[in-house]
């Protein structure tokens, strides 16, 4: 059934539940926009907050504009809308990279879209960069969550202690590298915000410690000694004696692809986050072209590892600045 097309109040809900989404250094590339006829929302990349040092292809962006992009959809559903995309990766911010439709009602009597209500998780979804406890994610949970991101498009592989060890390890060779990039630290060090308030990256709140053991590669925001003076280096604690992590997965590796990965995160983010599980990104491993096709293990057949998940239970993790509405929804002049 077609139904009139969201007010502005919708429109301010659904651009506040995208807003929520992850991005690298918190740095909210995404902008939202209703079309002429008010019954589709385009998505847009703010390419003007890229990180590109860091993500040159663009990579990372799409997959944070993926993230929005579930968190739209499932605030569609809670408005009682049944959202449809398109994907349409444009080029240089001139075009959106999706579209959702939501110009149909959503029957009362339909079953969750998405297995279950994913709404009640989508503000406090956080990253939580502490240790977590040596607790098992049982294996049920496990499953739900891959079925998650299959059904996004993805396919996320939870490691066994080899694969495990084996991600570690180049993800410590990639922080070591990272922590020795000029260029790297300067781009990453403007992400900082150790001083409130602030509408995007990374509060000092945020930062969280360093594995007193070496064993679990956290990247440092700060840098290696000396960082910046306002903001001292973080505490170190001990971590899961080994964590668990998933690697999350996609046959291609363009554009499209990346916008499915971002989804598939959130919507296992999401899910984690309703089973009491927080999460984090190790992502120092798939920055550098050399490190990131040696994440895959060869069994699990081809594919592209987009993303290292690190899962379990522990605190959660703070919240992080958000962008007001107003400066990444654009309204109609009057409307």
Do not use: K
């Not at 995309?85 to 990279?97: E, I, K, N, Q």
């Amino acid at each position: 059934m077609i139904q009139p097309g969201p007010t502005p109040d919708e429109l301010r809900a659904l651009a506040a539940a995208g807003g929520a989404a992850p991005s690298l250094h918190n740095s909210q590339p995404w902008r939202f926009r209703p079309s002429a006829d008010l019954r589709r929302l385009e998505v847009f990349a703010d390419y003007r907050r890229a990180v590109p040092v860091t993500d040159p292809d663009g990579r990372a962006l799409h997959i944070s504009v993926g993230a929005a992009l579930l968190n739209l959809r499932v605030a569609a559903v809670q408005l009682g809308r049944d959202p449809v995309v398109r994907l349409t990766p444009g080029s240089a911010g001139r075009d959106p990279l999706a579209v959702v439709d939501l110009s149909a009602r959503r029957p009362a009597d339909a079953p969750p879209p998405f297995g279950r209500d994913l709404y009640p998780a989508l503000f406090r979804r956080h990253s939580s960069r502490e240790p977590f406890t040596n607790r098992d994610v049982p294996e049920a949970v496990l499953g739900e969550l891959a079925a998650a991101a299959r059904a996004e498009g993805a396919a996320m592989a939870v490691l066994e202690e080899a694969g495990v060890r084996r991600v570690l390890d180049l993800t410590a060779e990639a922080e070591a590298r990272i922590a020795a990039d000029v260029a790297r630290q300067a781009e990453t060090r403007s992400w900082l915000r150790p001083e409130a308030p602030a509408v995007d990256g990374i509060p000092a709140s945020a930062l969280g410690p360093q594995d007193h053991d070496a064993r679990v590669p956290m990247r440092s925001f700060t840098g290696r000694p000396p960082g910046p003076a306002t903001l001292p280096q973080p505490p170190t604690a001990r971590f899961e004696a080994l964590p668990q992590l998933a690697t999350l997965t996609t046959h291609g590796d363009r554009p499209a692809d990346w916008l499915r990965a971002g989804q598939a995160m959130e919507r296992v983010w999401l899910l984690a986050t309703l089973y009491g599980l927080r999460l984090s990104v190790l992502h120092q491993a798939v920055e550098w072209p050399d490190t990131r096709p040696l994440l895959r293990d060869p069994e699990e057949g081809p594919g592209h590892v987009q993303l290292v998940l690190r899962c379990g239970y522990g605190p959660p993790g703070p919240a992080t600045p958000r962008r007001p509405v107003d400066d990444i929804l654009d309204l109609p002049q009057g409307y």
